[in-house]
């Protein structure tokens, strides 16, 4: 089964496609467990479209679970996990 979400944002297309090899969802090791991740999100001028051990501390990769209606990352409300399963993953380190 596929599960496809397209959110029209300020003229930007976020589509999140779940199906048994398109998903990435978050572990249960963050804030949000077995959320599904958005792609892209943005921190800074920085726009995300896979998973990034950017900004974590211990280096480990996570995503955003929110974004906002300009595609930024809703960091103030811990919507963000670690990424568990899925492909996309993208080392900025």
């Known amino acids: 089964m ?3 979400i397209v959110v029209f944002l ?7 496609v779940c199906s048994s090899m398109k998903c990435v969802l978050t572990n249960d090791e963050g804030p949000q ?3 599904t991740c958005v792609f892209p999100f943005i921190i800074g001028n920085q726009s995300y479209s896979n998973c990034t051990n950017n ?3 211990f280096g480990k990769f996570w995503c955003s679970t929110k974004v906002n209606e300009e595609g930024k990352h809703v960091a103030k409300e811990d ?6 399963q899925g492909p996309s993953f993208n080392s900025h380190a």
């Open 33 to 35: 467990i077995n959320k």
């Open 55 to 57: 900004h974590d501390k």
């Open 79 to 84: 919507e963000w996990g670690y990424c568990g």
């Open 10 to 16: 300020t003229g930007l297309i976020y589509v999140n």
């Open 2 to 4: 596929n599960i496809m």
